[in-house]
């Protein structure tokens, strides 16, 4: 079966610093990969999504960027952390093609400080 | 952006009751989810409508979908106090899938 992991669960970083959420999906291959972030109380932004290796789509610009080194693996990364950063960072999968049902990780409570 | 939008932003029900919340989207869709967050939590998919069909139900779930409304309705009947979470449509095209900014549930006991 197909399962979904995202670290760190919690993270307090200070403003200015560098970020890696790492996610990586088991279980399935060539998957479309997402990054979603969610500010408190609200919906869903997408950040990136990616459907394939080295192939990343921003949707909004703005102080984070996205690499898929590997099939599986999606990282978010930014090199200086501003306070409006802060959120719920949320990574997905589906499986390739037309738009289907999105599988999320536990997500990321990404506190700036 | 966020492509649909639901309604109403929080609901409180007693348990056993049904809750009825809606969604309104903008664009041409494939399909229309209906997601299911707990608090601190991932999203869980609940229900997957194509935007040929005009209903679908799974277990106390009932969706509608209105293509000439561009709307949505997601229907839990019988209400339990583990039915109180975040509940969010998904309009899917291409590639990606763009979420309202969702309806939250509360159940009493």
């Known amino acids: 079966s197909q399962t979904i992991h995202q670290w760190p669960a919690t993270l307090v970083q200070p403003v200015g610093s560098p970020l890696s959420l790492e996610c990586t999906v088991e279980?399935?291959?060539?998957?479309?990969l997402y990054w979603y972030r969610q500010a408190a109380g609200r919906g869903l932004q997408l950040l990136f999504y990616?459907?394939?290796?080295?192939?990343i789509s921003s949707e909004v610009p703005q102080n984070l960027s996205a690499s898929r080194p590997q099939d599986r693996q999606f990282i978010l990364s930014s090199k200086k952390l501003l306070l409006s950063d802060s959120g719920f960072y949320l990574c997905?999968?589906?499986?390739?093609?037309?738009?289907?049902?999105?599988?999320f990780g536990q997500g990321t409570r990404l506190t700036v400080v | 952006s966020q492509q649909g939008e639901e309604d109403p932003q929080a609901l409180s029900i007693q348990e056993g009751e049904n809750a009825t919340m809606n969604c309104s989207y903008k664009?041409?869709?494939?399909?229309l989810q209906w997601y299911r967050q707990n608090s601190g939590r991932g999203l869980v998919h609940l229900i997957l409508?194509?935007?040929?069909?005009r209903e679908k139900h799974s277990g106390r779930l009932r969706v509608t979908l209105d293509t000439s409304k561009k709307s949505s309705s997601l229907l839990i009947t019988a209400s339990r106090a583990a039915d109180t979470a975040s509940y969010f449509c998904?309009?899917?095209?291409?590639?990606?899938?763009?979420f309202g900014a969702g309806t939250t549930v509360t159940v009493r006991a």
């Open positions: 990616s459907v394939g290796i080295g192939q």
């Open positions: 279980g399935t291959s060539n998957p479309n």
């Open positions: 409508i194509r935007s040929n069909e």
């Open positions: 997905a999968w589906s499986v390739k093609g037309a738009t289907t049902e999105a599988f």
């Open positions: 998904a309009t899917g095209g291409d590639y990606k899938l763009s």
């Open positions: 664009t041409s869709i494939n399909n």
